[in-house]
């Protein structure tokens, strides 16, 4: 099977990670609450990797990468939030 290694994010990763941004950001500021935004993607990311290929990756394969994205992207929000005088942390 195909080893993990996180990737650096390519031009249309980026475009898509905007756009889902955009929207998640319209609903939270719109006064759906982080926590319930937080368990649509979840329950939408459980979706996501039951399409994976099953023949390409093993099921531990592609929970590691779920969760060293969960890891890296909470990483870099915290980053972002220490980085403001003012923020959510």
Partial sequence: MTNVV????KVQHEVLYTELMDLLKKH?????PVEEVL?????LAGKLVAMCDQ???TS???????????QY?????????MSKTAGNA
């Fill in 6 to 9: 996180l990737k650096k994010a």
């Fill in 28 to 32: 939270v500021q719109g006064g759906t």
């Fill in 39 to 43: 368990a649509i993607v979840s329950n």
């Fill in 55 to 57: 023949r390409k990756y």
């Fill in 60 to 70: 531990v394969e592609i929970m590691k990468i779920v969760s060293e994205n969960i």
């Fill in 73 to 81: 992207g909470n990483k870099q929000m915290v980053d972002e939030l």
